[in-house]
């Protein structure tokens, strides 16, 4: 930990000024490090995923052959699975990774997106779930939908139609059931690992206006988590803090979705730590 005022808060106690420095903390620890992320993900946001994780400091590999799974998965920092255009093709690549990365004991983290879009998809990311992911992360619909083992009726595809406090008691419940910690993202971003559930509320709506922000920062999320796999659970909180954070400042000079894109990037590069610590919302509700 970075320097404690007075040596009173030597934990995650809740308090605002806490989390700032926390999040500061693995932010610069990810810019030193570089943490490598190899992602198997959808075509849509591979191009902002790569470019989030660049910002921020970690360093992106979308590498997602079967043939190249054994070799390469072993030697990256994380792995960030995400079933968003998930196909036949790619489904034992992400599984034989999945394996590998747990078996390396490296952090692996699961995006399951539009879960409830068909069958193929829900058996699948129950399939991944057993693997023992470190952390899941999902918008509100997808986390009711995977913790029930159950579509949602009505569902909307990737987008959510629901809010995230309607689903934090199936996130509590989900965490239990697979021992990761589960993110459920939305303009209260919840984070549990089954038990202590945390709050981050930085962001702004227009974020749900880019396709792919919720994948990328399911990346950013893999990118802390390598950089401190003994507590995902404040890796987590933190690296959406952060994410809603580039948002808030890039909405600043934005005047739309594509150009909140390019300002949100900029914005995440570009963090320091008075900014950081000043503006990070994060707080432990329960
Ligand atoms: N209403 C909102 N206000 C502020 N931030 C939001 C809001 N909705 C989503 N976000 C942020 O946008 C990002 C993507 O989240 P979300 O849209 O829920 O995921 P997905 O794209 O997977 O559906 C997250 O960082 C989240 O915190
Ligand atoms: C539009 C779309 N279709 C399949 S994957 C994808 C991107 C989803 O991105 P996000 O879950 O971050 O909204
Ligand atoms: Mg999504």
Redesign the pocket.
């Known amino acids: 930990m970075s320097d404690m005022a007075g040596g009173e808060e030597t934990a995650a106690d809740g308090s605002a000024a806490w989390w700032g420095r926390r999040a500061w903390e693995l932010l610069e620890m990810v810019r030193a490090r570089a943490p490598l992320v190899q992602c198997i993900t ?4 591979m191009d902002l995923m790569a470019n989030a994780l660049l910002a921020a400091g970690a360093s992106p590999a979308m590498v997602h052959s079967l043939r190249e799974i054994d070799e390469f998965t072993p030697r990256a920092d994380a792995l960030c699975v ?1 079933v ?2 998930l196909s036949d093709g790619w489904l034992p690549s992400m599984r034989a990774a999945a394996a590998a990365a747990a078996r390396s004991t490296r952090p692996w983290i699961l ?1 399951p ?2 879960v409830s879009a068909s069958e193929f998809r829900m058996e699948a990311c129950l399939g991944l779930v057993a693997l023992w992911p470190t952390v899941i992360r999902g ?1 509100p619909s997808e986390i009711i939908a995977l913790s029930s083992a159950c579509r949602v009726r009505d569902s909307k ?3 959510s139609f629901h809010e995230s406090l309607d689903a934090v008691e199936s996130a509590k419940s989900l965490a239990q059931s697979s021992g990761a910690v589960v993110a459920v993202s939305g303009a209260t971003d919840f984070i549990t690992d089954g038990q202590k559930v945390v709050a981050a509320q930085n962001g702004v709506a227009m974020m ?1 206006k880019i ?8 990346a950013l999320i893999a990118a802390f988590v390598a950089v401190e796999p003994s507590n995902p659970l404040e890796a987590t909180s933190c690296a959406l803090s952060i994410f809603g954070l580039a948002g808030e400042l890039g909405m600043e000079m934005a005047n739309g979705p594509a150009s909140l894109r390019v300002h949100m990037i900029d914005s995440l590069h570009g963090l320091h730590e008075h900014t950081v610590a000043s503006r990070v919302k994060i707080s432990l509700v329960s």
Do not use: I, R, W
């Open positions: 959808n075509f849509v946001s995400n968003g255009t995006d997106v539009a918008n595809g990737v987008d749900q396709t792919a922000t919720g994948c990328a920062v399911t």
